[in-house]
T-cell receptor, first 115, second 110 residues
Framework: EPEVTQTPSHQVTQMGQEVILRCVPI?????FYWYRQILGQKVEFLVS????????KSEIFDDQFSVERPDGSNFTLKIRSTKLEDSAMYFC?????????????FGPGTRLTVL | EDKVVQSPLSLVVHEGDTVTLNCSYE??????LLWYKQEKKAPTFLFML????IEKKSGRLSSILDKKELFSILNITATQTGDSAVYLC??????????FGKGTRLSVIA
């Protein structure tokens, strides 16, 4: 069964460094999302992406964050200058159709630790 | 502001027990409510509910939605240790992102 994949599974970085988290959505999916979950807290939406552009973003998704779909398969989240509070699990999700009722499927997550 | 509230926040039961997890919501433009199971990492999709009163069932898990009272329940019968996880409720308001509750942490002990 097709699934969303993410790499790396765990990334440790120093504060102020740039990180790129990678996701490969399910191949025929059209909508892509990034969420994060700080330890012990709820899953929070960061950004959605459709038709090669951001369709919506939350207040968390400030100028330090950017997303890209550099080729037909990868979807990346870049954090330019990491802060301690960026430490979290980052989940990528995708859904097939551009209709509201379609289900989002989540990847296994990348645990980002900022020291 | 859209809101999803789950209760209880955590629950410990013995194998064989039946549990009911609750999710209430306040959202504009409700489209669907989703239940996910989160074990170590990624939320795994369980159910999507769009219509009131129609039970969705998968093995020992079932769920139902009440759009008038704005809540959903997830039932697990004859619980097993493998059911131990965080169960997440999320609401879809169209193409806007999912709004998640904090989850219910279920621990099933042998």
């Amino acid at each position: 069964e097709p699934e969303v994949t993410q790499t790396p599974s765990h990334q440790v970085t120093q504060m102020g460094q740039e990180v790129i988290l990678r996701c490969v959505p399910i191949s025929n999916h059209l909508y892509f999302y990034w969420y994060r979950q700080i330890l012990g807290q709820k899953v929070e939406f960061l950004v959605s992406f459709y038709n090669n552009e951001i369709s919506e973003k939350s207040e968390i998704f400030d100028d330090q964050f950017s997303v890209e779909r550099p080729d037909g398969s990868n979807f990346t989240l870049k954090i330019r200058s990491t802060k301690l509070e960026d430490s979290a699990m980052y989940f990528c999700a995708s859904k097939r159709l551009a209709i509201p009722l379609d289900t989002q499927y989540f990847g296994p997550g990348t645990r980002l630790t900022v020291l | 502001e859209d809101k999803v509230v789950q209760s209880p926040l955590s629950l410990v039961v013995h194998e064989g027990d039946t549990v009911t997890l609750n999710c209430s919501y306040e959202v504009t433009n409700f489209r669907s409510l989703l239940w996910y199971k989160q074990e170590k990492k990624a939320p795994t999709f369980l159910f999507m509910l769009t219509s009131s009163g129609i039970e969705k069932k998968s093995g020992r898990l079932s769920s139902i939605l009440d759009k008038k009272e704005l809540f959903s329940i997830l039932n697990i019968t004859a619980t097993q240790t493998g059911d131990s996880a965080v169960y997440l409720c999320a609401v879809n308001s169209g193409n806007t992102p999912l709004v998640f509750g904090k989850g219910t942490r279920l621990s099933v002990i042998a």
